[in-house]
């Protein structure tokens, strides 16, 4: 999702990738701009967010958001708020007694720039401003979201990031270590871990861009369309991971190519085998774009569709 | 603030406090209960959070409910979630990398009855739920809170959580490790550490209490009353705690008495000495029970008049 795509994606979804990337950068460089007095706490803020981040999750937010006949505006706080709570996953997740990881895309982890206490205040802030953002407009945040949207939002983003969502998977993901998960618990797991985070990104964003006017039966159809959509990509996005941790290059994935199985993590790829993991992730893909015929949606479809096509065919 | 309060209280507040406490933890019992596929998770979360505290911030928001008219169930869910965002800091707080502390309230720390690892993902996860309770009623809140009102405590509670509050003194309270700080420098880190929640847990209480129809500039007079009595308890609550961690006795302060000095903390007795520390605790109070007069308050005041007064009298 960087500059230099391994995989050549559709050049309109190029030119809305970079749009939105821009996009969510100048706004969360707005509300990490002296977010606090300790000046080290707010530089490390920065140091772990804007790091060059995909920005999947927002990108998603945006896409839903015109997917609804919204504008790209109206997913602003959707899209900073999600990818904070991404953002703080991963410092957490660095830290030496999670995954002690040293390097997140070539550079030193929270933990290595600044020291670990930082890093764990660093994640707490972060999922904090998260929620902030969401019940309080910001700086450069001039959206006019109806309050109980706002609310929404927070319900939904709280939920797929808590004991039930994304914090939940990790543990699950703790507990699978040393024995042998079967496809069912690996996609519990998954489905907690990261599609947690995708769906609400999805629903999010088009809870942001929907008109105050939308048929409240349209709104359940689309919902649940949006739903059904998200959780395939989540799925793919992970199968996708699994199959790169097997056969992609260390240079560019940013991590040791193989580092699963050498840690013995269950993946697709061990359970399924890599033939079959890459078919599995293109039918996910197939099936989410499938999803989202089962609704009429006022907007463009097609960002949503070629995102989904993206997911697998990425090569980091 | 437990069964055994060693100040004796009036027996008003002793009513109070136990109701109050019984309310609240029945409340965070149903929260808590199958809040995550992880079982492992599931218990250190009930573990971290229902631990015998006093559950100060809760009381506090409970007492400002009824000085401003309200019912003590308004403010349920305000009290849930001020307490779960103290707890998760207490969680991480109590980590290795931050302050190492083996044992709390005589027990061992969530890291040590489960590990470093679960002890991150805990923290996490109570944060993500205190905004969830917020933002969605949940089992055993009846409460009929209007949507901007759950809306607006989200904001203060987000605010006051994050880096511009109580993770942000914590990262000053790091820097200020090994230098010495004047008198405003500790009050600043204070009013950010322990300041920040305190003032979110009257205000809340107040947003929640308050009844749709009062008056605007009412509203704005009782709530810059609340936030000078909320500041002046907040400090006089941590001058109390220096002057204890100086003079109180181990086995009632459930950590070793002088930590602070032998840790070369920069403390109110350290700074002010012992008598003078005293005196100034004293002196916050009164101020603190004069702010409310600055006010015409619908309910009973006199509950968080002996809280003021309860704060510098406990000995634990």
Known sequence: MEESLGCSPAPTLTQFLSD???????????????????QALAQAMAYGTLNGGKRLRPVLAYASALAVGGQLQSADPAACA??????????????PAMDDDDLRRGKPTVHKAFDEA???????????LAFQI????????????????????IAALSQAAGAAGMVGGQALDFEAVGRDLDLDELKTLHRMKTGALVRASVIMGAMAGRHVDTDNDLFSVQNAALSDYAQKIGLAFQV???I????????????PQGSDRSQHKPTYVS???????????????KQAISSLEQAVF???????????????????
């Open 20 to 38: 939105c990337q821009a996009r969510v950068e100048r706004q969360l460089n707005l509300h990490l701009k002296n977010c606090s007095s300790s």
């Open 82 to 95: 999600i990818e904070l709570i991404h953002c703080y996953s991963l410092v957490h997740d660095d830290l």
């Open 118 to 128: 930082t890093a764990i205040l660093v994640g707490d802030a972060l999922q904090s």
């Open 134 to 153: 969401l019940s309080h407009p910001g700086p450069g945040d001039d959206c006019k979201t109806l309050v109980q949207t706002r609310l929404d939002m």
């Open 240 to 242: 996708q991971d699994d």
């Open 244 to 255: 790169l941790d097997e056969i992609g290059d260390t240079s560019t994935l940013g991590k």
């Open 271 to 285: 359970l399924l085998g890599l033939d079959q993991a890459i078919d599995h992730a293109q039918e996910l893909a």
């Open 298 to 316: 006022p907007g463009d479809t097609e960002i949503l569709r070629l995102l989904a096509r993206y997911i697998v065919d990425r090569s980091h």
